[in-house]
């Protein structure tokens, strides 16, 4: 499957953005999906999950109560609504997709096997 992300850019602390990924290829509704990011000199790391029917999500709990992982199985895409955004925020975001039963999320890199590009949000104080 080939992930296509955008939506980033730079936005003042307590702003939101919403990024978006587009899926094309395999059948998409087959896959669990997740947000990642890779702040500037760390290592990338998971934010957000979302199982293969949408009905079940989670996130790490820097971000929780703050952003919203969504998935829109007719039209191919999966969303992450970022609320109140803080400057640790900043980072490349990074969508992928991972083979998973119906209801299971997956949140470490290594059970991903395709990822998007990769799209840069920059959080300012």
């Known amino acids: 499957v080939q992930l296509q992300a955008c939506g980033g850019g730079l936005v003042q602390a307590g702003g939101s953005l919403r990024l978006s990924c587009a899926a094309s290829g395999r059948t998409f509704v087959n896959y669990a999906m997740g947000w990642f990011r890779q702040a500037p000199g760390k290592e990338r790391e998971f934010v957000a999950a979302?199982?293969?029917?949408?009905?079940?999500?989670y996130y790490i709990d820097p971000v929780k109560g703050r952003f919203t992982i969504s998935k829109d199985n007719a039209n191919n895409m999966v969303y992450l609504q970022m609320n109140s955004l803080k400057p640790e925020d900043t980072a490349v975001y990074y969508c992928a997709a991972a083979p998973a039963p119906l209801f299971v999320v997956r949140t470490t890199t290594v059970e991903y096997d395709y990822w998007g590009q990769g799209t840069l949000v920059t959080v300012s104080s």
């Open positions: 979302i199982s293969r029917s949408g009905s079940r999500t």
